[in-house]
């Protein structure tokens, strides 16, 4: 199963310095209004079974363009809701990193835990459990390698693709998303394989291309199942858990 976790496009809280957290209401600004258009072309072409968002406007209205191009409806879930940022929602950025608690965000986020709020280990837990919960539900529903997009917030991206590396969360400000971005993670029986992170390109199917080995039709079904593949009747084999030895031949 691979994931396309899709950051919404910039917002007016963006532009104007200020931390937006769950506030209601905030919407796209123009320049994210061009990115939601865009990703029609950027992926739209590509075999996407599904759409999942965050209930917050800006990811809502950043799927919208391409959920309708795909003729699908989105699917809302809490559990990629921006970080309940608590008594810092609202707040400019410049006044926050003023505050003791800024350099715990930045060099122990697994202790940060934000007034009125939760805590950033918290976030992670419940993002990446509902990354893989869908991915099981989408895996039954469409076999073993399909393609998805979940819309949500940069801190959320951030923590599930640290999980995905096997990084602790404490590390986890050395990746990046950007508004618009995305970052693709393929999910194997055995490990997650990072494709792509803070993708901004004009078009990501070429791209989608470096993803995980699949092993070739042969074999009895147990060897097969057992390195993550689709028995010998499925239409074609599920992505393998190995990475390859000196690198892609891609």
Not at 86 to 98: M, Y
Not at 130 to 154: I, M, S
Not at 160 to 168: F, I, K, P, Q
Not at 185 to 209: D, M
Request: glycine share 10%.
């Amino acid at each position: 199963m691979t994931v396309i976790l899709l950051r919404h496009g910039r917002s007016a809280s963006n532009t104007a310095g200020v931390l937006a957290g769950r506030s209601e209401g905030v919407d796209l600004d123009d320049k994210g209004r061009e990115q939601a258009a865009g990703l029609i072309d950027r992926i739209g072409d590509l075999p996407i079974r599904a759409v999942v968002s965050s209930p917050l406007l800006r990811c809502r209205r950043t799927v919208q363009p391409l959920a309708e191009a795909l003729c699908l409806e989105p699917l809302i879930d809490d559990q990629l809701a921006e970080v309940d940022y608590g008594d810092w929602t609202g707040r400019k950025i410049g006044e926050l990193a003023k505050e003791p608690l800024w350099r715990v965000v930045q060099a122990h986020p697994s202790a940060a835990v934000f007034p009125g709020g939760e805590g950033l280990a918290q976030v992670q837990a419940r993002a990446v459990a509902a990354v893989r919960a869908h991915d099981r539900r989408l895996a039954e529903e469409h076999g073993c390698d399909a393609l998805w997009v979940a819309c949500t917030h940069g801190d959320v991206i951030k923590s599930v693709v640290a999980d995905a590396y096997g990084m602790h969360l404490d590390v986890f400000q050395r990746v990046t998303a950007d508004p618009g971005s995305v970052s693709v993670i393929s999910y194997t029986p055995l490990r997650p394989f990072v494709l792509h992170v803070n993708h901004t390109g004009a078009r990501l199917a070429a791209a989608l291309r470096a993803g995980p080995p699949a092993k070739e039709a042969n074999g009895d079904d147990a060897h097969r199942e057992s390195n993550g593949e689709a028995p010998s009747g499925s239409a074609e084999p599920a992505p393998s858990s190995d990475a390859v030895v000196g690198g892609s031949a891609d």
